[in-house]
């Protein structure tokens, strides 16, 4: 288990790291990486937990977990509300496709 949550959150990590570093160039690398890692660090295991205990769909979990991290990306990084929002959803659809991907071809 420990090694699944841990390659999950490496993954989830690095891409919405490149998500965000991505579409916010004027950043530094590290702070965009610091700042995924940190957030993601509360909500992947809150993802987790509510997807095995009260939300076995992945696209309203999706949609907790972009609505958590859309005021963290807004007041961490210093973008717009709606840049915060839209950036959330894009780093989401990416690391959950590739989540799928990976385990459906595993």
Do not use: C
Not at 50 to 74: K, Q, R, S
């Amino acid at each position: 288990m420990i090694p699944f949550f841990l390659g999950s959150w490496l993954l989830t990590v690095t891409l919405e790291a490149v998500v965000l570093g991505l579409a916010l160039k004027s950043k530094p690398a590290w702070q965009v990486l610091f700042y995924s890692a940190l957030v993601n660090s509360l909500t992947l295991p809150l993802a987790q937990y509510l997807y095995l205990h009260y939300l076995d769909n992945l696209v309203l979990m999706e949609a907790v977990v972009v609505l958590v991290e859309a005021p963290l990306i807004y007041l961490l990084l210093g973008v717009e509300t709606r840049w915060a929002l839209t950036l959330s959803v894009l780093a989401n659809l990416v690391s959950a496709l590739v989540g799928l991907l990976l385990l459906t071809h595993h």
